[in-house]
């Protein structure tokens, strides 16, 4: 199987700083990846440079096989999609609105809309439970709302890799709980690579595939959550004594500080 | 017309698809109305009156085919083609330059204080008009093209500079705009009050026209400004979609697959060339830009696609308006419109901010 999303020992970061040094990943179709590690480890710049607009310094990123760096915006998104936190939307625009541009790199210079893509706004907030939002201002909706919303415009990009980069950040559990399993359910059912950022351990544990554990600017472990998050691991790199037992209906790991 | 208002009915779900028909079609036969309704007037209204339905008749009585009874006298011809007509046609489309790159620069610079005054590419645009101005009044054809070419040149250095004074990391904050359009626009009106001192004889006709008042007269001014109008406001009719992405962002545009750079180009050229041919030929004029767009957008919603023709064609509507106003209020003495503008605007934008924090329509 080719992975989607591919970091080629890559060495990520901004002018000439590097915050990642030669990172290796891969990603397959279906497959959630977890990243984790402290704050400021560089989880966030991991997503910018597999999103291409960080290039980066060193190395290369593949998306099926071609080099990201040689992709035009468009071509680009119409491989992959982000999903950023929902904050700042412009809040008048409606649902409906927003979905629909993702649509954006399958569309030139002047053209509208056709009624394909109106067909696949459809498809994506049904598959995201928005339907009966769309006419609602993304202003008035809910964190949870917003969120899902924003997963239908990047599947609007009919990706075949997604990015979300701490999309539960403002949500209470409820909505937490939704979005992620929404996540985990279109990787299996669409075929699409995931990559999710996210600093709560347990919520990671339980919905991703594997984990790639940063640390000091490295991939310091990549594999099963329960191999990964263990208490010697993340006790060394949080730096705090850590508690591992088992989550008693999922059966994740659930981890204690 | 509550009930389309997308701000006021933003709690609850507009109704399927006679909403949908109705917000489509309704703001574009007010708007076109209220522009051939002010157009009529502001041809009908002057020192000699000339009634509606005889203006009707003149137009009328010009096509080949037409039988109408000539009842109005001879002078009526002339003052309506020589000195009306093409004095609408300025004022009309002057206001659709400022209230579409009003429109343009505020999705631009996502800030909704954005508009040509606010930040400096009027003056920017008024002095490099000046100074060409200086060197020869525009009373040959080639003065008078030239002209927005040199004022759109002094409209791009300038946006060029108050963006980069403005610009904190990714973002322009309000704030830093107003201070860098308010720096950039102090110097550039300071050196232009230096030109026209130092060229004493045209000094008059150049501070009416610095006001918004028309120093030329007659159909060239209008001939000239309509090749660059044209191609400005045709592009920036046409990035309506480009300009809705980029309210997301920069990043978030660029990741859904936006060639930011590229648009943000030719949007600042199109909008750039737009207001510096709007400032050639009849002056600073504040506020339109300012406040058109916002009424636009609080009556039919944030969609740049219809907000950008939207405010092109209200903001006709609205210089009309000033125009006549200007004409009328002190009669027979006729005030500069951008006095009228800044009276009704400045009062007019206070009362918008005030809206603005209770409902956030931005």
Do not use: C
Not at chain 1, 96 to 111: I, S
Not at chain 1, 213 to 221: A, E, I
Not at chain 1, 222 to 231: E, F, S
Not at chain 2, 260 to 268: A, G, S
């Amino acid at each position: 199987m080719i992975a989607r999303l591919r970091f080629d020992n890559t060495t990520i970061g901004y002018g000439q700083k590097p915050v990642l040094h030669s990172i290796s990943l891969a990603v397959l179709p279906g497959e959630v990846l977890g990243i984790v590690g402290p704050n400021g480890v560089g989880k966030s710049t991991l997503i910018k440079a597999a999103s291409g607009i960080l290039p980066p310094l060193e190395g290369r990123i593949f998306i099926n096989n071609n080099d990201l760096s040689r992709l035009s915006p468009s071509e680009r998104a119409r491989n992959l999609a982000v999903v950023p936190q929902a904050r700042q939307l412009p809040e008048a625009f409606t649902a409906r609105d927003v979905v629909l541009m993702g649509r954006t790199p399958y569309l030139g210079w002047l053209a509208g809309e056709s009624e394909v893509d109106h067909r696949i706004a459809d498809e994506v907030m049904s598959k995201t439970a928005t339907a009966h939002l769309a006419d609602r201002q993304v202003g008035q909706l809910s964190g949870g709302e917003q969120q899902r919303v924003l997963i239908a415009r990047a599947l609007a990009q009919t990706p075949s890799v997604l990015l979300l980069d701490e999309p539960t950040a403002h949500l209470d559990l409820k909505h937490q709980d939704e979005v992620l399993k929404l996540v985990r359910e279109l990787a299996l059912k669409e075929d699409i690579a995931v990559v999710i950022t996210l600093h709560d351990l347990n919520l990671v544990a339980r919905f991703s595939d594997r984990v790639a554990l940063l640390s000091n600017g490295r991939v310091r472990d990549v594999g099963d959550p329960a191999q990964v998050l263990t208490p010697d691991e993340l006790g060394e790199v949080y730096g705090v004594e850590i508690h591992v037992s088992s989550h008693p209906t999922h059966g994740s790991p659930l981890v204690l500080s | 017309m509550e009930k389309e208002n997308p701000l006021i009915s933003a709690g609850g779900h507009p109704g399927q698809l006679q909403g949908v028909r109705s917000r489509f079609l309704t703001p574009w036969i007010w708007a076109g109305a209220g522009l051939i309704i002010m157009a009529v007037l502001s041809a009908a209204i002057g020192p000699v009156a000339i009634p509606p339905n005889v203006i009707f008749k003149i137009l009328l009585s010009r096509l080949p085919f037409a039988a109408i009874e000539i009842d109005w006298p001879s002078t009526f011809n002339t003052i309506l083609y020589q000195i009306r007509l093409p004095h609408t046609a300025l004022i009309a489309l002057t206001g659709m330059a400022l209230g579409a790159s009003g429109a343009a620069y505020q999705g631009l610079f996502r800030n909704p204080l954005a508009d040509p005054y606010i930040i400096g590419v009027a003056s920017g645009a008024g002095l490099a008009a000046v100074l060409t101005m200086s060197i020869r009044w525009p009373s040959t054809t080639l003065g008078l093209i030239t002209i927005p070419a040199a004022a759109f040149t002094g409209a791009l250095i300038t946006v060029g500079i108050v963006y980069m004074l403005a610009r904190v990391g990714r973002t322009t904050p309000i704030t830093t705009l107003i201070l860098a359009g308010v720096a950039v626009s102090t110097f550039t009106s300071a050196l232009t009050s230096l030109i026209m001192l130092l060229s004493t004889d045209e000094l008059y006709r150049a501070i009416a026209w610095l006001l918004g008042g028309s120093a030329l007269g007659g159909w060239p001014p209008v001939l000239a400004a309509l090749p660059y109008l044209f191609v400005g406001l045709a592009v920036l009719i046409f990035l309506g979609r480009p300009l809705n992405v980029l309210q997301f962002g920069d990043e978030q545009a660029l990741q859904l697959g936006l060639n930011v750079e590229r648009y943000k180009l030719v949007i600042v050229a199109a909008s750039s060339l737009v207001a510096a041919t709007a400032v050639s030929f009849s002056g600073i004029i504040g506020f339109i830009g300012l406040v058109v767009p916002h009424l636009v957008r609080l009556l039919w919603g944030p969609d740049y696609r219809r907000l950008i023709p939207l405010a092109t064609i209200v903001g006709g509507v609205v210089l009309l308006a000033s125009d006549i106003v200007a004409r009328t209020i002190l009669a027979p003495r006729e005030l500069p419109v951008g006095i009228v503008t800044a009276v009704i605007g400045a009062p007019f934008f206070m009362w918008l901010l005030r809206r603005a924090k209770q409902v956030r329509f931005w």
